[in-house]
T-cell receptor, first 114, second 114 residues
Framework: DAKTTQPPSMDCAEGRAANLPCNHSTISGNEYVYWYRQIHSQGPQYIIHGLKNNETNEMASLIITEDRKSSTLILPHATLRDTAVYYCIVREYAGGTSYGKLTFGQGTILTVHP | GAVVSQHPSRVICKSGTSVKIECRSLDFQATTMFWYRQFPKQSLMLMATSNEGSKATYEQGVEKDKFLINHASLTLSTLTVTSAHPEDSSFYIC??????????FGQGTRLTVV
């Protein structure tokens, strides 16, 4: 799986948009970008994933650059409950020989403050 | 999203004893389950991948005789930590997925070996 690089920490004011960047310059054509988050002492929570088109769901938006070498997760109106570690992961979609296993990096600690 | 439940959420055991952790997919049949371990202030480390009805595939450096994984049905996988020692104290997290879906995580089990 391709390696990802994320900033170790970010701050965001409550109510503002949180934009979390991720670099994945070695991503290959069949690899998707996944985002998960982990709130303290809980299991990770799936947020969103995409291949090359921008994606949006009820939690967030995912913007992938045209060359697919980087992406940005956007939380449009951050709340205090969005404080968590956010992981950007690149891998084959769901199946493949790895059965869709996820390799977690260090992630970005997002702190939302009042 | 789909619900994955782990039990127990916390367990304290004496050194030398064995501990079993259960992971259940409550509203879907999981073709593949994964077990992770997370030490304080570190990221999740994949321990093993298990497919229903077959032997688990362990990651390099994970002792298969110490961490016994059973995936006897499409909704249940168990991790047994045998002859536990204080260095096995950690946060153990399972995830489960169907074919061609993202992975969903349990809430984790905090194991403390005294």
């Amino acid at each position: 799986d391709a390696k990802t690089t994320q900033p170790p920490s970010m701050d965001c004011a409550e109510g503002r948009a949180a934009n979390l960047p991720c670099n994945h310059s070695t991503i290959s054509g069949n690899e998707y970008v996944y985002w998960y988050r982990q709130i303290h002492s809980q299991g990770p929570q799936y947020i969103i994933h995409g291949l090359k088109n921008n994606e949006t769901n009820e939690m967030a938006s995912l913007i992938i650059t045209e060359d697919r070498k980087s992406s940005t997760l956007i939380l449009p109106h951050a709340t205090l409950r969005d404080t968590a570690v956010y992981y950007c992961i690149v891998r084959e979609y769901a199946g493949g020989t790895s059965y869709g296993k996820l390799t977690f990096g260090q992630g970005t600690i997002l702190t939302v403050h009042p | 999203g789909a619900v994955v439940s782990q039990h127990p959420s916390r367990v304290i055991c004496k050194s030398g004893t064995s501990v079993k952790i259960e992971c259940r997919s409550l509203d879907f049949q999981a073709t593949t389950m994964f077990w992770y371990r997370q030490f304080p202030k570190q990221s999740l480390m994949l321990m093993a991948t298990s497919n229903e009805g077959s032997k688990a595939t362990y990651e390099q450096g994970v002792e298969k005789d110490k961490f016994l994984i059973n995936h006897a049905s499409l909704t249940l996988s168990t991790l047994t930590v045998t002859s536990a020692h204080p260095e096995d104290s950690s946060f153990y997290i399972c995830s489960a997925k169907m074919v061609n879906t993202e992975a969903f995580f349990g809430q984790g089990t905090r194991l403390t070996v005294v």
